[in-house]
T-cell receptor
Framework: QKEVEQNSGPLSVPEGAIASLNCTYS??????FFWYRQYSGKSPELIMF????GDKEDGRFTAQLNKASQYVSLLIRDSQPSDSATYLC???????????FGGGTRLMVKP | EPEVTQTPSHQVTQMGQEVILRCVPI?????FYWYRQILGQKVEFLVS????????KSEIFDDQFSVERPDGSNFTLKIRSTKLEDSAMYFC??????????FGSGTRLTVV
């Protein structure tokens, strides 16, 4: 059974702070890792993806991957109230053409 | 920016009825998917479709479900004999050669 686990939250941070979101996965064959943002009642929107161990930065967002620990994280710098949403971690294994999603972490950024 | 279009946005149906959810993927994409999200739960994979055939399906995607690409633009999900537990948001997605695909805005299916 391929599992992707996230703390459901809510994670509350003040405006301007760094939000740190974490995700663990069970399938060592996983090769691509994605972070999506989902506002209530809306579809997932891709924030960024990462394939290789280490850090990948895109604007205020940094994804971190550690395949040995089966751990992927998302840092959001200078958090804004508009960042308040549920953040979904998703994992892709090339053996099967599908994404396996975690349950999401609800982030609340307080002005 | 190209987008994946889904219709209808909300569908209410009686238990036991058949529904067809429609999707127009991004025009140059080759891979098509259906996912669903029951309220308050995880996004779950249903099926992937490539080269006019199913390439992968989950255990959720049983004989009650079918997919079709009836023409060059539409991609449909048919649910036969709907049950109360089929109530969910259904998301269509499409992708090119990579795995960073685009989700549609979803169809909220309510079975009463």
């Amino acid at each position: 059974q391929k599992e992707v686990e996230q703390n459901s939250g809510p994670l509350s941070v003040p405006e301007g702070a760094i939000a740190s979101l974490n995700c663990t996965y069970s399938d060592r064959g996983s090769q691509s890792f994605f972070w999506y943002r989902q506002y209530s009642g809306k579809s997932p929107e891709l924030i960024m993806f990462i394939y290789s161990n280490g850090d990948k930065e895109d604007g205020r967002f940094t994804a971190q991957l550690n395949k040995a620990s089966q751990y992927v994280s998302l840092l959001i710098r200078d958090s804004q109230p508009s960042d308040s949403a549920t953040y979904l971690c998703a994992v892709h294994n090339n053996a099967g053409n599908m994404l396996t999603f975690g349950g999401g972490t609800r982030l609340m950024v307080k002005p | 920016e190209p987008e994946v279009t889904q219709t209808p946005s909300h569908q209410v149906t009686q238990m036991g009825q058949e529904v067809i959810l429609r999707c127009v993927p991004i025009s140059n994409h080759l891979y098509f998917y259906w996912y669903r999200q029951i309220l308050g739960q995880k996004v779950e994979f249903l099926v992937s479709f490539y080269n006019n055939e199913i390439s992968e399906k989950s255990e959720i995607f049983d004989d009650q479900f079918s997919v079709e690409r009836p023409d060059g633009s539409n991609f449909t999900l048919k649910i036969r004999s709907t049950k109360l537990e089929d109530s969910a948001m259904y998301f269509c997605a499409s992708g090119g050669e990579g795995v960073d695909y685009t989700f549609g805005s979803g169809t909220r299916l309510t079975v009463v």
